[in-house]
């Protein structure tokens, strides 16, 4: 007879009665999606598991991990009250839960019984992001010429914490009144400091949230005994899983940048080693010279392998020298000894060639080098760092599976093989079938130039659909080159979303039917509910953008057709499905959906990989079958 862990079968009867009774009184739809998940969450949390779960829209995932991990702290033994940690990769979702979710969630298990206080939690972030009382005081003495918006900022900061919630606040000032890596012992505001009190307190809630980087930061604290930056915890979810490999790439990418070198040379300039400081300068020119591109430099920034030249070498084994002997000079501080030590060692990399480091050149666009050393043993890492310590942990996100299967994000999360490992999967509620028409053109004509026939389409397709459009570009440069050959034959306002350009969104949110042009980050994070977005066109299959790390996991392949197989197309997929997610986000949405790639056509290279990756619905190549879609989804309101 199989015996269930204290608090089990009550955590779950009270979990169908919050998403069956409860929540309905307060508004919400039952989703048996949802439940489901919610269920599958608590079994994960009392069996000490790890999950996969794929939560297809609008299923309401993170209401569903929130209200297991809630009964799931009910039901603990006292001794056993630890914190569950959430972590996220966008802050757009860390404030949700700790201003939305939860205390919309607290107020109504309050109200109902089931909790007898409210639910407490905190977002974590690293200390850069967090005001420094002594240095704001500096900072303000200084500040007599600013302008009035940026003093405002200044005295804003005075109240307000933490820095991303100051608007106004210039890059310059925001590096200067952050918390700094170390805290002078003898600061005369410490008993005071808010940033501190921030510290103490934040130990306190039962519910930790955090983004990907800060997780992975404590994580790395962990394995080398130094003091964790979060709170020992029981639990632990992590939302937006599929972004966790490149914040792991990134974390575990050692990089030298010009503004690092300049940075250190201003620092042993402060520190009265002015002489030296202009050596070191002199010495890196030349390194940066020898690493000078032979090519003209592209409008964004480029990646190429790093390769080991005489002059190169030379250069690096110079600058190595002299950082080793600035570092040997008497008086030199602790704290400038430790940078001077990490940049010879990041540089000794490019020596030796380590085989465990992927070596590359980043160049920016004006050429500058920056030097890049990444790990190839990201898996591994995520494994040894977040996975062996055995607490129970749910990842969760719309996008884990390509066609159908774990495998490649097992393999990218380091958890190939891995047991016992649970998968879970809840395909979106919506109705695809009726909702959601999927529009695939013939095959384009030799003849016409693609940016052409891109523009040629969108301006059909728009016309069919009355406006109310996003369009969804793989590259800023092919998004500016359609929306030029589209020569004003728009009959709809048109905006383009470059790269932060949040007043553009905010603008076609407004126009009602307008037709918004984006690409980047817009692929996932951004809702459009209602009519809004009618009509989604996907410009291009994104698929991943080639650089040194891609091109070394392809070497590792027998051959090209297997690296594409096994990396790539997954990839595709899974990227495909996060902006097709873009087009349904309620119940009552209708939209078309138009893949404009002729590869995903009838006859394509990746037609059969692009329809795998998406939900069953309805396929056309006629524009007529958009136009009867659309008047026969759309009410009569639509059309004015």
């Given at each position: 007879?199989?015996?269930?862990?204290?608090?089990?079968?009550?955590?779950?009867?009270?979990?169908?009665?919050?998403?069956?009774?409860?929540?309905?009184?307060?508004?919400?739809?039952?989703?048996?999606?949802?439940?489901?998940?919610?269920?599958?969450?608590?079994?994960?949390?009392?069996?000490?598991?790890?999950?996969?779960?794929?939560?297809?829209?609008?299923?309401?995932?993170?209401?569903?991990?929130?209200?297991?991990?809630?009964?799931?702290?009910?039901?603990?033994?006292?001794?056993?009250?630890?914190?569950?940690?959430?972590?996220?990769s966008s802050v757009a979702l860390q404030d949700a839960i700790l201003n939305e979710y939860l205390p919309d969630l607290s107020a109504v298990l309050l109200s109902e019984g089931i909790i007898t206080a409210p639910i407490t939690a905190v977002i974590r972030k690293g200390k850069e992001r967090f005001v420094c009382d002594a240095r704001l005081a500096e900072?303000?003495?200084?500040?007599?010429?600013?302008?009035?918006?940026?003093?405002?900022?200044?005295?804003?900061?005075?109240?307000?914490?933490?820095?991303?919630?100051?608007?106004?606040?210039?890059?310059?000032?925001?590096?200067?009144?952050?918390?700094?890596?170390?805290?002078?012992?003898?600061?005369?505001?410490?008993?005071?400091?808010?940033?501190?009190?921030?510290?103490?307190?934040?130990?306190?809630?039962?519910?930790?949230?955090?983004?990907?980087?800060?997780?992975?930061?404590?994580?790395?604290?962990?394995?080398?005994?130094?003091?964790?930056?979060?709170?020992?915890?029981?639990?632990?979810?992590?939302?937006?899983?599929?972004?966790?490999?490149?914040?792991?790439?990134?974390?575990?990418?050692?990089?030298?940048?010009?503004?690092?070198?300049?940075?250190?040379?201003?620092?042993?300039?402060?520190?009265?080693?002015?002489?030296?400081?202009?050596?070191?300068?002199?010495?890196?020119?030349?390194?940066?010279?020898?690493?000078?591109?032979?090519?003209?430099?592209?409008?964004?920034?480029?990646?190429?392998?790093?390769?080991?030249?005489?002059?190169?070498?030379?250069?690096?084994?110079?600058?190595?020298?002299?950082?080793?002997?600035?570092?040997?000079?008497?008086?030199?501080?602790?704290?400038?000894?430790?940078?001077?030590?990490?940049?010879?060692?990041?540089?000794?990399?490019?020596?030796?060639?380590?085989?465990?480091?992927?070596?590359?050149?980043?160049?920016?666009?004006?050429?500058?080098?920056?030097?890049?050393?990444?790990?190839?043993?990201?898996?591994?890492?995520?494994?040894?760092?977040?996975?062996?310590?055995?607490?129970?942990?749910?990842?969760?996100?719309?996008?884990?599976?390509?066609?159908?299967?774990?495998?490649?994000?097992?393999?990218?999360?380091?958890?190939?093989?891995?047991?016992?490992?649970?998968?879970?999967?809840?395909?979106?509620?919506?109705?695809?079938?009726?909702?959601?028409?999927?529009?695939?053109?013939?095959?384009?004509?030799?003849?016409?130039?693609?940016?052409?026939?891109?523009?040629?389409?969108?301006?059909?397709?728009?016309?069919?659909?009355?406006?109310?459009?996003?369009?969804?570009?793989?590259?800023?440069?092919?998004?500016?080159?359609?929306?030029?050959?589209?020569?004003?034959?728009?009959?709809?306002?048109?905006?383009?979303?470059?790269?932060?350009?949040?007043?553009?969104?905010?603008?076609?949110?407004?126009?009602?039917?307008?037709?918004?042009?984006?690409?980047?980050?817009?692929?996932?994070?951004?809702?459009?509910?209602?009519?809004?977005?009618?009509?989604?066109?996907?410009?291009?299959?994104?698929?991943?953008?080639?650089?040194?790390?891609?091109?070394?996991?392809?070497?590792?392949?027998?051959?090209?057709?297997?690296?594409?197989?096994?990396?790539?197309?997954?990839?595709?997929?899974?990227?495909?499905?996060?902006?097709?997610?873009?087009?349904?986000?309620?119940?009552?949405?209708?939209?078309?959906?138009?893949?404009?790639?002729?590869?995903?056509?009838?006859?394509?290279?990746?037609?059969?990989?692009?329809?795998?990756?998406?939900?069953?619905?309805?396929?056309?190549?006629?524009?007529?079958?958009?136009?009867?879609?659309?008047?026969?989804?759309?009410?009569?309101?639509?059309?004015?």
């Amino acid at each position: 007879m199989q015996t269930y862990p204290t608090g089990y079968a009550e955590s779950h009867r009270i979990a169908e009665q919050i998403f069956r009774e409860i929540l309905p009184r307060h508004g919400m739809a039952v989703r048996e999606e949802q439940i489901a998940l919610c269920h599958e969450v608590l079994d994960i949390l009392y069996n000490k598991e790890i999950s996969l779960c794929e939560a297809g829209v609008g299923i309401g995932k993170t209401l569903a991990y929130l209200v297991a991990c809630i009964l799931w702290q009910m039901h603990r033994p006292n001794q056993l009250k630890m914190p569950v940690v959430i972590s996220t990769s966008s802050v757009a979702l860390q404030d949700a839960i700790l201003n939305e979710y939860l205390p919309d969630l607290s107020a109504v298990l309050l109200s109902e019984g089931i909790i007898t206080a409210p639910i407490t939690a905190v977002i974590r972030k690293g200390k850069e992001r967090f005001v420094c009382d002594a240095r704001l005081a500096e900072r303000q003495a200084k500040a007599i010429s600013k302008g009035s918006r940026q003093k405002g900022s200044l005295r804003m900061a005075e109240n307000v914490l933490d820095l991303d919630h100051i608007p106004g606040l210039s890059r310059y000032d925001r590096c200067r009144i952050c918390v700094p890596q170390s805290c002078p012992r003898d600061c005369f505001l410490r008993l005071d400091c808010r940033y501190q009190q921030y510290l103490r307190d934040s130990m306190k809630p039962d519910i930790q949230i955090c983004n990907h980087n800060y997780l992975l930061a404590n994580a790395s604290h962990r394995l080398e005994e130094r003091p964790l930056l979060l709170r020992q915890y029981q639990a632990l979810v992590v939302d937006e899983v599929h972004k966790l490999p490149d914040a792991a790439r990134q974390m575990y990418t050692e990089t030298l940048s010009a503004q690092d070198m300049d940075d250190l040379c201003s620092l042993l300039q402060q520190a009265h080693f002015k002489g030296l400081s202009k050596r070191l300068r002199t010495v890196f020119l030349t390194l940066s010279i020898s690493c000078a591109p032979s090519f003209a430099m592209p409008k964004r920034k480029i990646s190429i392998p790093f390769s080991l030249t005489p002059f190169r070498q030379a250069a690096i084994a110079d600058s190595i020298n002299l950082l080793q002997y600035i570092g040997s000079q008497p008086d030199m501080p602790h704290y400038l000894q430790y940078r001077l030590a990490e940049t010879e060692s990041l540089l000794r990399l490019f020596l030796l060639k380590v085989p465990t480091r992927i070596l590359y050149l980043e160049f920016s666009t004006d050429g500058q080098p920056t030097f890049c050393a990444a790990s190839n043993r990201v898996p591994q890492l995520l494994r040894s760092a977040l996975w062996n310590t055995r607490e129970p942990t749910i990842l969760t996100s719309g996008t884990l599976t390509a066609a159908g299967d774990f495998d490649h994000t097992e393999q990218l999360l380091g958890l190939a093989a891995y047991a016992p490992l649970r998968h879970f999967r809840a395909e979106s509620p919506f109705n695809y079938r009726k909702k959601c028409l999927l529009y695939i053109p013939a095959r384009r004509a030799a003849a016409v130039p693609e940016n052409q026939y891109l523009a040629d389409q969108i301006v059909r397709l728009t016309a069919a659909c009355h406006g109310r459009a996003l369009v969804l570009f793989t590259s800023y440069r092919q998004m500016r080159n359609v929306y030029d050959a589209l020569g004003g034959r728009l009959t709809f306002p048109v905006f383009q979303a470059g790269r932060g350009q949040n007043r553009s969104i905010q603008q076609f949110r407004q126009s009602g039917n307008g037709v918004l042009f984006a690409a980047g980050s817009c692929w996932e994070g951004i809702d459009f509910p209602g009519d809004m977005v009618s009509l989604l066109v996907i410009a291009k299959l994104p698929f991943p953008i080639p650089d040194p790390v891609s091109d070394y996991k392809r070497r590792q392949y027998p051959n090209l057709c297997d690296y594409i197989n096994a990396e790539i197309i997954p990839e595709m997929q899974k990227k495909l499905r996060q902006g097709f997610g873009r087009a349904i986000r309620t119940e009552q949405d209708s939209c078309v959906v138009a893949i404009l790639d002729e590869r995903a056509g009838i006859g394509g290279k990746y037609h059969d990989a692009a329809l795998a990756a998406l939900p069953t619905c309805p396929t056309t190549e006629r524009i007529e079958d958009v136009q009867q879609f659309i008047r026969e989804q759309k009410r009569p309101d639509y059309f004015l």
